[in-house]
């Protein structure tokens, strides 16, 4: 039955992961006949009258902008942006958003799983703007965040606006007190126990017969 578990979540984790480089896949070689490199902004821009902005990760993975976007930003605003999505980028964002909707599939009744698979993607998206606040004025990454809330972002892609822009807007112009080590040490703890905890429930009675199965082998 462990075994089972373990492989039912496998095979969710695995299914995510072809599909979603599937979509990507597919959605790349469109961007590749009607975008345009920028490569002053190290991005592709594609001729869309609304403001938007996305990342795609994978092995060809880019940062998207549409001309809506840059008509409506200045300069500062397009680099704070970039600075978002290329923070998804380098942290492999995409890998935990997928790996969370997999396992929330897969234990769809635990309560807490099926919280992750809206938490961590938003969770994610506020690590970004800390990251992109460290190099850009967080008011300038405010109103950017508020300038493309509105762009509809593509379903495998990672994107700055959304549902969550105001929340994000909000924390950014009246940021809390960053957390202590002590804080951080717990909430690393808590989100490694998210990730295995559930499997380590699921392998627990393979783990006990073959203990109790060793125990009584001769010396």
Request: hydrophobic share 50%.
């Amino acid at each position: 039955m462990a075994g089972g578990v373990l492989l039912w979540t496998f095979g969710h984790v695995l299914a995510a992961l072809v599909a979603t480089a599937i979509n990507r896949r597919r959605h790349v070689r469109t961007l590749a006949m009607v975008a345009r490199r920028r490569r002053d902004l190290g991005a592709l821009v594609v001729e869309y009258d609304e403001p938007l902005a996305y990342c795609m990760p994978g092995r060809r993975r880019c940062v998207v902008l549409s001309t809506g976007a840059l008509t409506c930003l200045h300069d500062d605003q397009v680099s704070a942006i970039l600075a978002h999505e290329r923070a998804h980028l380098a942290g492999r964002h995409d890998l935990a958003i997928n790996f969370t909707l997999a396992t929330g599939r897969t234990f769809s009744m635990v309560p807490l799983m099926r919280a992750a698979r809206t938490e961590v993607p938003r969770l994610l998206e506020l690590l970004a703007d800390d990251v992109a606040a460290r190099k850009h004025d967080r008011v300038t990454l405010a109103a950017t965040l508020v300038a493309v809330a509105g762009g509809r972002t593509p379903a495998t892609a990672l994107g700055a606006g959304g549902g969550t822009a105001l929340l994000r807007v909000r924390r950014l112009l009246a940021p809390h007190d960053p957390l202590s080590r002590l804080g951080r040490l717990t909430g690393g703890i808590g989100i490694a126990l998210l990730v295995t905890l559930p499997l380590a429930l699921a392998a627990n009675p393979a783990i006990t017969a073959l203990l109790e199965r060793h125990r009584h082998f001769p010396r």
